[in-house]
């Protein structure tokens, strides 16, 4: 059997299909590489103007998910879209329940300008106009009006009092009192018990009398105060209307086109009057909260709070990286003065969901199911349409405070969800809503195909790299190495790796070498480099074990033969940093009924997978040799020297050959390792890492010592798979190493113990001379050996017995 060439040992680039010299030559590409499904699903989510079609993407990290969306969304979204600025203002009907502005991208950051404008006019203008002489005299004037009336009026009670000796006397501000007099001096409950009934009766009925009256009069008195105060107020306003009156027209006409805007300014010149204190007044009050909310602009009641600003003609994509409730859905600010907490509508924050609003958000669905409460009011928001911002306490009924409640906010968003495939797997299984929120699933690669096209895009990927992340360009010899690198990384000749993670790591690493170098561009050389250097910085662990090989802790025979040993494949794993070991299966046979002991799964060392494998070889040789008489050899099998848990069916055309070995008594070359799962019918079954397991039994061949027999069996459906490191293509090419393909057990069997396998004629027997044929007579031997002993049995039964 021949060995495998080094064409198929590794799929080189070939250079000429590379239409430039460098990277700088190449136009950097808009999207991700390869990901052509997943950008039509979210080119179709994005499209749909119903609610519902929101975007799970699907795949491992690394594959650029994120970076494919930005791009994406970059070059494609919807500019025909409105945008617009989200404003709180005060409430004066119900302060509680701060109203909301919604005016075009631009003009909410205007508005407060303006109102801002207006108010540092009037908190200088007002106190001058209401302490000036012409408003004074007026008021005054107002005042002394209806002072006199009152005056008057109740002096007129007084008069017609005194003459019925009686006093109307003031007892407290606003409340009077009508006293029988004794001449000048108020009677005296002794005087007025002396005087005789009748004058006291008519005192009493002229008392009666004058109190009727005078409580008519007190009632004109209070009529002619409201009159007073309304009149007051009407002079407040004009003078008020006075100074303010033409600026809020000016405002009123700037936002003519924006209904809810002017009905604000016009509630506004209504408060205005009503609240001239908080001009006229210095208010500590207000004047510390201000301080503590660092916010020092008064009056606050007249503030606009801007909760969204967005920039004319731009649909906002906002990436929320830490997804808590308040990050998310907004909160209010408190602040405390003097022991009091205090807050209004100008301390309203706003979150993601506000800042993403007509746009899109995109979020790590990890995160937002890891923090309390926001997955459920995402899925409310996305279901009402609306953002109502309520704090956190109130959602976990732990606070009965006073807070706002802002008016809810119209939702028109789009939202992203990142995740990998067993998050999106279990909310379809334990989330009902979640399939009619996130109809769209964007759906990764993690491959594509190998093409000189591909190759071709794959170096415009490579380029867009070097020129987001600043590096040196890289020539077409770097290119073609990363390519290949791409190719291993996918394990396949015919793929490449869309892993952008990685690729980006090992440009950077190059880029580096390259610089300590003082090179201009990036090299094949410096490829290697930064792929030597990771794999030494990772290799510690792997390291330990071809250690323990070197100095023969690990018990390993790479060259002669022997009976019922092989050599097996391992791939072990330390932190993403992968290497293959090879290990030493043993198997022995006995007499007995045909079982084989799997020692590893009786020791709870075997995997399912691995016993799975151990059955289908046991299935294997019973359908080979026990067809028609029963298998009188039992056997046992093991990996040598192993401590931990084995699983996979990789091993399994190992075990099988060790069995095969063992039955036959024909030894198997020590200088070859083996490694592939095997079916019920024979035929060897693709595994993973190949190439990790073959470099892996050449160090260790360089360990115990090289020599030119030297190699390795692997399943023949691998040989696409193989993307072998420089230092094996190297032994190769010297002779000093081999890579065999083997499709059967048969084949396998032939090449490990040097004879044929041997094919049955019509009567089921294997020729002399072959592996099987061997097993065959050994078998025969032993049923003969059974029927002697049968019948001699059944001899000694018969002979008659002697008393």
Known sequence: MKSLSLHQLYKACVLKDFPFKT?????????????NRAQEAVRFALAMPHGGYNVYAVGRNGLGKRTMMLRYLEHHADTDQQCHDWCYVANFEEPREPKVLKLPAGRGSQLRQDM?????RLVKVVPQTFDSDSFLERAEQLKSEYAGKQEEALEKVARQAKRKKISLTVTTPGGYRLVAMNGDDPHTAETFAALTPEQRDQFEADIDKLEKKLRQTLRKVADWEQEYAERQQLLNQETLESVTGHQLDELVARYGDQPDVVAYLEAVRTDLADNLDIFLDENEEQAAIAYASLDKKLPRRYQINVLVHQKTGDVPVVVEDNPTYHNLFGYVENVTYK?????????????????????YLLMDAIKVLEQPFVWDGLKRALRSRSMQINSLEREMTLSGTISLEPEAIPLDVKIVL??????WMLLQEYDAEFAELFRVTADFENEMDRTPESQLQYA?????????????????????????????????QDRLSLHAADIANLLRESDYWARQAGAKLIDADHIEQALASARYRSSRIRDQFYESIRDGSTLLSTSGE????????????TGGFEFGLANRITATTYYGGGDILDIERDAKLGGNLHSKGVMILSAWLASRFAVTDPLHLSASITFEQNYGEVDGDSASLAELCALISSLSGIAIRQDLAITGSVNQFGEVQPIGGVNEKVEGFYQACQLTGARPQQGVIVPTINVQNLMLDAEVLDAVRRRQFAVYAVASVDDAVSLLMGRPAGEPDRDGQYPMGSVYGAIQQRLEKMREHERQEQQAAQQDNKEPSVH
């Open 339 to 359: 022991g009091t907490v205090f807050t209004d509508f100008t301390l309203v924050r706003p979150g993601s969901l506000h800042r993403a609003n007509g746009g």
């Open 460 to 492: 415009k990927f490579i380029a867009s790299l070097v020129k987001e992340k600043g590096l040196l360009h890289c020539n077409r010899k770097a290119v073609a190495r990363v390519i290949e690198y791409s190719a291993r990384m996918a394990e396949h």
């Open 418 to 423: 990142f995740g990998d495939r067993e998050t």
């Open 116 to 120: 801002d404008r207006l108010m540092g």
């Open 562 to 573: 022997c009976v019922g040993q092989i050599n097996a494949l391992s791939v072990l794993s």
């Open 23 to 35: 990277t700088r030559q190449l136009e950097p590409l808009a999207e991700i590489v390869g990901q």
